[in-house]
């Protein structure tokens, strides 16, 4: 195996892995109060809408079903009655409906940036270099499911338990084919760079709001 596989897919994953906590940690620590998503919804809401909430409901649903179709053994699935044939077909159908929102809603993010001059002006580095980053992982993603059809359920799937695990087998990836590597690669480099851009509002999502108790308010009339 070449030394470049193994730092593709034995080094790089952890590398990118220790950015992502280091810095999440040293960016709250050290930028507290500019740890939001620095939204340009005041700028311009009209077009920004249909883009936001399809990618957001896109992304939420890419990242649900790679972890319960890559995280979780096969063996688990095959005890609930879901074979490899039936869990593959799964994920396929699941992954264009929210891979294609995912990438679309991308898209819509990226072409207002590009035509709307005051949110063009309010846009940094770091925001290009996102959304750009997610209009190319989503779309590589997109372009697998709909015409990769490689069964990566003893490939890829076993590959990513390991880096989990601290065990990972480089060896798995020697298959795969180049569009799923670079799409796996791409994903990991955003992940080691979210801590230095907007994406760390990722961590400040209002899940609280849905358990906190209701406020009261009392009308006075004044006399």
């Given at each position: 195996?070449?030394?470049?596989?193994?730092?593709?897919?034995?080094?790089?994953?952890?590398?990118?892995?220790?950015?992502?906590?280091?810095?999440?940690?040293?960016?709250?620590?050290?930028?507290?109060?500019?740890?939001?998503?620095?939204?340009?919804?005041?700028?311009?809401?009209?077009?920004?809408?249909?883009?936001?909430?399809?990618?957001?409901?896109?992304?939420?649903?890419?990242?649900?079903?790679?972890?319960?179709?890559?995280?979780?053994?096969?063996?688990?699935?095959?005890?609930?009655?879901?074979?490899?044939?039936?869990?593959?077909?799964?994920?396929?159908?699941?992954?264009?409906?929210?891979?294609?929102?995912?990438?679309?809603?991308?898209?819509?993010?990226?072409?207002?940036?590009?035509?709307?001059?005051?949110?063009?002006?309010?846009?940094?580095?770091?925001?290009?270099?996102?959304?750009?980053?997610?209009?190319?992982?989503?779309?590589?993603?997109?372009?697998?499911?709909?015409?990769?059809?490689?069964?990566?359920?003893?490939?890829?799937?076993?590959?990513?338990?390991?880096?989990?695990?601290?065990?990972?087998?480089?060896?798995?990836?020697?298959?795969?084919?180049?569009?799923?590597?670079?799409?796996?690669?791409?994903?990991l480099l955003l992940l080691a760079f979210s801590p230095f851009s907007r994406l760390v509002h990722i961590w400040s999502a209002?899940?609280?709001?849905?358990?906190?108790?209701?406020?009261?308010?009392?009308?006075?009339?004044v006399a």
């Open positions: 195996m070449r030394v470049t596989e193994i730092f593709a897919f034995v080094a790089f994953p952890y590398l990118c892995l220790a950015f992502f906590a280091v810095g999440h940690a040293y960016r709250y620590v050290t930028d507290r109060f500019a740890w939001n998503a620095h939204s340009s919804e005041f700028i311009e809401k009209k077009n920004l809408m249909w883009g936001s909430y399809l990618f957001h409901l896109g992304i939420l649903g890419t990242l649900a079903g790679h972890a319960g179709g890559l995280l979780i053994p096969q063996r688990l699935f095959d005890l609930v009655g879901i074979n490899g044939e039936a869990h593959t077909a799964l994920a396929y159908f699941s992954g264009m409906g929210v891979g294609l929102m995912t990438w679309i809603g991308a898209l819509l993010l990226l072409w207002r940036r590009l035509t709307n001059r005051r949110v063009r002006r309010m846009t940094t580095a770091a925001d290009w270099v996102v959304i750009v980053s997610l209009v190319v992982v989503s779309g590589l993603g997109t372009f697998n499911v709909f015409f990769g059809h490689f069964y990566v359920l003893d490939t890829i799937a076993p590959w990513i338990r390991g880096i989990v695990t601290l065990q990972p087998d480089p060896r798995l990836m020697a298959a795969v084919p180049w569009g799923y590597k670079i799409h796996i690669l791409a994903a209002p899940i609280f709001y849905l358990f906190r108790r209701p406020l009261v308010f009392r009308r006075q009339v």
